[in-house]
């Protein structure tokens, strides 16, 4: 197929070769422009973007396989056809291991290379159709897979929410933790991508409750050590829930975020920054709005309490650092969004 916006470019020092291609070439319908040599066949591309260059082997100041390396690495869309003397033909086949898509002889038959060209630009553009498709394709299944992660994401978000709803002390904690993760984020200038994990653990965090006892999770007096642990689960079953459609990042803050900085939560692995920070956040948001909340065994704490507990266990169970970052922040916008959602969710 030729169309007249495809665009040739013939390089050749011979005037003559250039004008005879030239006229042959633009009969065909195609546009073609020319270079005597690589420094001027570099410099028209800079403006012409050619759909096929035309290169003759031998050119004095540099050969034509050099200027093909060249060219190459630039313009990976633009085909090149190599122009030998046939006992070239060796360097010619190197020419296309370097990304030449044909070669054609000296002496020309100009039919023939009319023939050439356009068999050349029709398989360029094939191969350009395909590549289109397959992009479109890769961005049609990125597109879904977007869409059925979010489903997902969403469906296990209604799940504890609704798992929350089951009981008064325990409604909207999840989206509030959220809240308050979400200013500690920002008040140390996270990333886009770190907040959005940070969100997606903070919410999904105690998913994991599903597993627990609702006898021993709503038990109005003091847990006995093997209650507690029962209730510890949680954080490792919330893990194996999300981890099949959440990254890596996140079901490290789920599977984290009951670890106490100094190393002594429950069969806790790691200690430290060694714990990852999404979950070194989220513990602090997470006691503070237990505390802050009514419970089956205690009634709420006062903010100003609450804040004086984070501020002793600062070094302990919280990243000192963290700690000291969070008690910098006025928390009263959290938590005024933490009634409402309370009303909401009772
Ligand atoms: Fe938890």
Sequence with gaps: MTTHEQRILIVDDEPMIRRLLNQKLSK????????????????????????????????????????????????????????????????AIQCMRLGAEDYICKPFNLDEVAINVGKTLEKKRLEQKIKEYQEHLQQKVDEQTREIRTLFLGSIEALVFALEAKDKYTAGHSRRVCEISMVISRELNSSEDFVEDLRWGSLLHDVGKIAVDQCIQNKPGKLTPAEYEHIMIHAQ???????PVVNERVVAIVEHHHDHYDGTGLHQLVSGEDIPLGARILTIADAYDAMTSDRPYRPAITVEDARQEIKRCSGTQFDPILASAFLKIDISCSTSKRDKLAAINT
């Design 237 to 243: 079953v919330g893990a194996g829930i999300v981890k």
């Design 28 to 91: 065909q319908g195609y546009h073609c422009e020319e270079a005597s040599s690589s420094d001027e066949a570099l410099e028209k591309m800079k403006t012409y973007s050619a759909d096929l260059i035309l290169l003759d082997m031998k050119m004095p100041g540099g050969s034509g396989m050099e200027l093909l390396a060249d060219l190459k690495p630039i313009y990976p869309a633009a085909a090149v056809i190599m122009a030998t003397a046939v006992n070239e033909t060796n360097l």
